[in-house]
Structure formats: structure tokens, C-alpha cells
DNA sequence: CCTTAAACTTGACAATGTAAAGATTGCATA
DNA sequence: TATGCAATCTTTACATTGTCAAGTTTAAGG
């Protein structure tokens, strides 16, 4: 079908495909026949690379999640302190999800909910964001010289990430009219 | 196919067993066909009520924004205070969604984000529980002899229903461990 | 050179959304 | 009451999609 019958990268060529179909046409105009198209190869392809459609998709969400992260660390490498970090962090939290909306239901939409149908997975705080931010946190802690239980780190974490998420889930939301500058966070709310 | 050619109330079983279906397997595994199967009536009967697939999701996110709405509403008559009622408020909001994943994810997610493939609606803040918390954020104004300008409401307002609908978002997510009581928000987040 | 495993193709099938054409029904109205 | 019409529903058909099975090509090592 294409010059060469091998490839030579058809899994990331795949991943790139499909976060291209997912910014210009929509999640749900992602199919593993169009990616594969688009990299000249037959229908069946993927298969040599994903078991399934889900594989694929979990593989594109591990990219966008590298980019979100780098964009976190690098705001985060920009504070002094651990609160400018973490207001940083939040700021870059937001902002990264009101310039790329799709990519917030990509991320967090159908496949992350618990789901009571199968539980097949341990839950467990192991999103690298949100291990960031608690990083960021426990210096915050340290550099003011603050003592705080597990169970208190455990809910004022829970509570600042549940500002920055609900602004940017907010941010990305039809029908919020956008008189809010995503970009100028009240820092009071955040630390 | 059935005893009666005409089913009677088929719009409302198809959306009653649209929201079984999700309930019962998630959100994608609802396909018309199934539904229609379930209300005993053919694959494309459907089409007479719905123009597509979409208009079908679109009345079923309406019927649970409904019961969420009445159950917001029924919080709010409960407290006595405008504060008192935003708390109840944003208690009944979390807990809601704690209880319920799938909805969540079905009435935030995929169609919800702002699509920038296709801006066909103005974005307008007509959401019901959005307009119920500014009823009460008003009252709460009110109440207190505060003067604010329409910036400064609009920013808090989105404040609040950041923390609120961010908690709710994170209750729902994977990966995050439950060792947090949805059911036992700080107050002092809240106002 | 030959074997083998990975990467890819072709062909098939079932599920789905949806369109078109026709059948059935209830109901208003002449 | 008879008739016509619009709403409701069925049947048929087709394109898209995920996925499987069987076969083909290729690279690489013994």
C-alpha cells in the first residue's frame, strides 16, 4: 500500500495521527481505520501495535498527560517558593486546559470515572499531576515550618486541586461565558 | 413487532431505557438499536421521535439534570440562611456525582466541552444549577448587606462552583483515593 | 540460505447510525 | 360516517467501524 511495507514507526505514528483527528474533528471521530489511513497503512494494522481500539486511546492520553506535565514542571521550576509554585502550577493547570478543551474531556471524560461496572483497578493517587502538586505541597509545608496530620495533607491537597480542576472543567464548559480571564487566578484561592 | 403498532409514550421509554442502559454498562454502550430493542419497537422507530442519536443523548442529559436539579433545589429549601442553603447546596452537588459517576461523566463530558470544530450556540450561563447558585450567591449578598459589582459576583460565583464542581469531578475520578468523605465538605470552603 | 517472529494485508463479519420507501394508525374534518 | 392526512412505525439498504482469521512480506539471526 505505501512505499515500504514496514513502517518502521507505525505506533507513534498512530498516537500522532490520532491526536490529530481528536483536535480537528472531535474525540468520537477517532477510529483506528482512519488513523491508519492516515499513515498509508490497511485497516488492520494497529493490531500489530494496540490490542484494541482502548489501547490506542490509553496511548494517546499517556502523550497528552507528557505534554500537560512538562508544562506543569516547567511553571513549577519558575517559582522561588513552594507558593509560587504551586500558584503557578494552578495557573498552568487552567490555562493548559482553556486553550486545549478537547484534551480535558479526552483526559478526564468517559474512561477515568470510577466505574461501578468493572473495578478492575486499585484506586490510587498516582496521577503524576497530581504527585507534583503534592511534592509542591509538602515543601510549602516544610519552608513554613507547618506540621499537618496525613489525614489534613490528604484534604487540603483534595481541596486545592479541587479549585484548580473545577476552574479548568469550568474553563472548558459550554454555556460559561468567558468574562473570567482564566489567565489572572486569584492567588488567595490557592494555598 | 409488538402488540400495539403505536407504542403509546415511545419517547419517553426510549430515553427511560437510554438511561438504564448507561446505568447498567456505561455510556458507550448505548446505541438507539438497543434501545428501540428494549421498548420492543424496531431499529429505526427511534427516528420519529429523534432526529439522530444525538437529539436522544440530548433529552436523556435533560431528564438527569432534572432529578439533579430537584435535588438541589429540595437542599437549598432545607437551610435557612442563603449561606446555610449554598452549603447545602454544594453538598448535595458533590454527593450527587459521588453517587452517580456515570452521570457526571455524561453530563459533562464529550458534548458539553467547548467544541472549537463547531461554534453553533453562544455560550450563555443558563445552566439551571448554575442560575440556582446565583439565586442564592444574590441572596446571600443580600442577607449580609454586601455590595459587589457584576465583575466581582461573576468572579466569586465561579469560584464557588469551581471548588464545588471540581470536588465532584475529583470524586468521580479514578485513581484518586477515597479516604476523603464527599459527604463531609469543609464550610469553610463554601463561602 | 533458511527459519522464524514481527509487521502488515486482505477478506470477512457483526454492530451501529442513518436514509428511503412503504405500511399502519388515529384523528380531524368535510 | 367516510375520507384524507399526518404521525408513527417497519423493512430494506448502505456506509462506517471494531475485530478476527488467514495469509504475505520483511528483517534478522543461526
Known amino acids: 500500500m505505501a512505499d515500504v511495507y514496514h513502517h518502521g514507526n507505525l505506533r507513534q505514528a498512530l498516537i500522532d495521527a490520532g491526536i490529530k483527528i481528536i483536535n480537528d474533528y472531535g474525540e468520537e471521530s477517532l477510529s483506528l481505520r482512519k488513523a491508519a489511513a492516515m499513515c498509508n497503512v490497511s485497516h488492520a494494522a494497529p493490531y500489530a501495535h494496540f490490542k484494541d481500539k482502548e489501547e490506542l486511546i490509553e496511548a494517546i492520553k499517556n502523550d497528552v498527560t507528557e505534554r500537560f506535565m ?59 499531576p497530581f504527585l507534583l502538586l503534592r511534592r ?41 461565558k468567558s468574562s473570567i480571564d482564566w489567565n489572572d487566578i486569584d492567588e488567595r484561592l490557592l494555598v
Chains 1, 2 share one sequence.
Open 70 to 128: 512538562q508544562e506543569l514542571e516547567s511553571a513549577v521550576e519558575g517559582g522561588a517558593s513552594a507558593d509560587e509554585a504551586i500558584i503557578a502550577m494552578g495557573r498552568t493547570y487552567v490555562t493548559f486546559f482553556s486553550k486545549n478543551p478537547v484534551y480535558f474531556v479526552f483526559l478526564f471524560g468517559k474512561q477515568n470515572i470510577k466505574a461501578h461496572l468493572k473495578m478492575d483497578k486499585e484506586y490510587k493517587n498516582d496521577y503524576p
Open 136 to 176: 509542591m505541597y509538602l515543601k510549602h509545608l516544610e519552608e513554613n515550618g507547618l506540621e499537618k496530620t496525613f489525614e489534613e495533607q490528604e484534604i487540603e491537597l483534595i481541596k486545592i486541586w479541587s479549585i484548580v480542576h473545577g476552574m479548568a472543567s469550568i474553563a472548558c464548559m459550554k454555556g460559561v
